[in-house]
């Protein structure tokens, strides 16, 4: 999580610094409806998420990384960590791609905030009914969530971005599923080879089989 702070950091002031590769963020990097539908930056989808508007932006990823990424990093996998942080950001990307064609063409997506959101999920819904202190602030999981979720959703509208709403339930979305073991490739892959064993194992009864009456078997059951 250091590593990715320092990272963010890194590209926001190299945007900054650096011209060409300012003009190159703002052309292909970032979020945009025109990005993606005149010059095809599919890849925007994720790039997106490693830039930042500001500094406050940053610092408020890396604060949110330490407080709510902290455990979930101790109790997952590195792979299920670093997936569940990629596919928040790719689908936050396309539920805000959509507001932007709504709502904001001329919007400039670039945040952290969907994969934030999943960590913010998955923490609080491991802690649901339990009491947490969120610095002078006493709650639950579950408040927890309304209210991070809430301010959001608030904030998007008060600053007129509608679009950004996408990335709050993108992120909700993603942190449900890898909380509930969805996003678990092991199961995935599991569940896959059970269904192909059922269908091996299925047998296919055919019309004659239908007409022929039941058996009865000795202990006075009736079988097809």
Same mark, same amino acid.
Request: overall charge positive.
């Given at each position: 999580?250091?590593?990715?702070?320092?990272?963010?950091?890194?590209?926001? *002031?190299? @945007?900054?610094?650096?011209? %060409?590769?300012?003009?190159?963020?703002?052309?292909?990097?970032?979020? =945009?409806?025109?990005?993606? =539908?005149?010059?095809?930056?599919?890849?925007?989808?994720? #790039?997106?998420?490693?830039?930042?508007? /500001?500094?406050?932006?940053?610092?408020? =990823?890396?604060? !949110?990384?330490?407080?709510?990424?902290?455990?979930?990093? @101790?109790? $997952?996998?590195?792979?299920?960590?670093?997936?569940?942080?990629?596919?928040?950001?790719?689908?936050?990307?396309?539920?805000?791609?959509?507001?932007?064609?709504?709502?904001?063409?001329?919007?400039?997506?670039?945040?952290?905030?969907?994969?934030?959101? !999943?960590?913010?999920?998955?923490?609080? $819904?491991?802690?649901?009914?339990?009491?947490?202190?969120?610095?002078?602030?006493?709650?639950?999981?579950? #408040?927890?969530?309304?209210?991070?979720?809430?301010?959001?959703?608030?904030?998007?509208?008060?600053?007129?971005?509608?679009?950004?709403?996408?990335?709050?339930?993108?992120?909700?979305?993603?942190?449900? *599923?890898?909380? #509930?073991? =969805?996003?678990?490739?092991?199961?995935?892959? #599991?569940?896959?080879?059970? $269904?192909?064993?059922?269908?091996?194992?299925?047998?296919?009864?055919? %019309?004659? /089989?239908?007409?022929? %009456? %039941?058996?009865?078997?000795? /202990?006075?059951?009736?079988?097809?």
């Amino acid at each position: 999580m250091i590593a990715l702070s320092v990272a963010f950091f890194v590209l926001w *002031l190299s @945007s900054i610094l650096i011209e %060409p590769f300012g003009e190159l963020v703002g052309n292909y990097l970032i979020l =945009t409806e025109t990005g993606v =539908t005149e010059r095809y930056s599919v890849w925007s989808f994720a #790039t997106y998420a490693f830039f930042h508007n /500001d500094f406050v932006a940053v610092l408020f =990823t890396a604060v !949110a990384l330490w407080l709510f990424g902290g455990e979930l990093q @101790s109790r $997952w996998s590195a792979k299920k960590w670093w997936l569940t942080q990629l596919a928040a950001a790719v689908a936050g990307g396309l539920v805000c791609f959509l507001g932007l064609w709504l709502f904001d063409s001329g919007m400039e997506v670039r945040s952290y905030h969907a994969p934030v959101m !999943a960590l913010v999920f998955s923490y609080c $819904w491991l802690h649901w009914r339990a009491p947490l202190h969120f610095f002078f602030f006493a709650m639950t999981g579950r #408040t927890m969530l309304l209210f991070f979720l809430g301010l959001g959703i608030l904030m998007a509208i008060f600053s007129g971005h509608y679009a950004m709403i996408g990335l709050d339930l993108a992120g909700v979305a993603v942190g449900f *599923l890898a909380s #509930t073991r =969805t996003l678990n490739l092991r199961d995935i892959r #599991t569940r896959i080879r059970l $269904w192909q064993a059922r269908r091996k194992l299925k047998i296919v009864r055919s %019309p004659e /089989d239908d007409k022929k %009456p %039941p058996r009865k078997t000795a /202990d006075g059951h009736y079988i097809n």
